[in-house]
């Protein structure tokens, strides 16, 4: 009678433990946060419809929003272009040296952190420099796949409707130097950036 009970015991306890699990399997699901719809507009030739993704990169994307709910980007262009790989802006002077006042961590793979959006066609991902946590507020938008960024640098969204505008940029683009440099009176201006509720 006494083994009997022992194994009633110990069967509910494992009813329990399995049931616990799945109640911390669902608030981790419902934990999940909403994904970020923003539109760029961009002078002469029209809007860039984003999704971006908090769940796989959650400071780059507060970051990001923070600046877009600050105006922080209207006026600012994209100064670096190269058909074929990407179009990159959002540099308050305007010459890929500039930046926000401050920077984040790097949500890629090579600096610790877990991220497996790829650089592939409409991707939206963080330029920075050498150091792996000086992003601030350039960003760039993959034109053609360069998976051979994954792991270097931060993704953190991609283009819902109006990659044919980043084409169009691109094309457009008459870059000063294989680093894809546009003049400044040549670089393509974001009149702004706001996230759409």
Not at 113 to 120: D, I, Q, R, T, Y
Not at 130 to 159: P, R
């Amino acid at each position: 009678m006494k083994k009997i009970k022992n194994i009633l015991i110990v069967a509910f306890i494992c009813l329990i433990a399995i049931s616990c699990s799945k109640e911390s399997e669902k608030v981790q699901t419902d934990e999940q946060k909403e994904k970020v719809n923003i539109v760029m507009t961009i002078k002469d030739y029209g809007d860039i419809n984003l999704e971006l993704d908090p769940n796989i990169a959650p400071i780059t994307v507060d970051n990001f929003v923070k600046l877009v709910n600050e105006k922080f980007y209207d006026g600012l262009t994209f100064h670096r272009i190269i058909e074929g790989f990407m179009i990159q802006g959002g540099d308050p002077l305007g010459n890929g040296t500039g930046g926000s006042k401050e920077t984040i961590k790097g949500e890629f793979s090579s600096n610790g952190v877990e991220n497996n959006l790829s650089h592939k066609r409409g991707v939206i991902s963080m330029a920075r420099s050498q150091n792996k946590d000086s992003a601030s507020s350039q960003f760039f938008i993959v034109q053609k796949d360069s998976t051979y960024l994954d792991g270097d640098y931060a993704a953190f969204g991609e283009v819902t409707s109006g990659m044919e505008i980043v084409d169009k940029i691109a094309s457009d683009a008459k870059p000063t130097d294989s680093n894809g440099t546009i003049e400044k009176d040549m670089q393509p201006v974001i009149e702004s950036i706001r996230v759409v509720k």
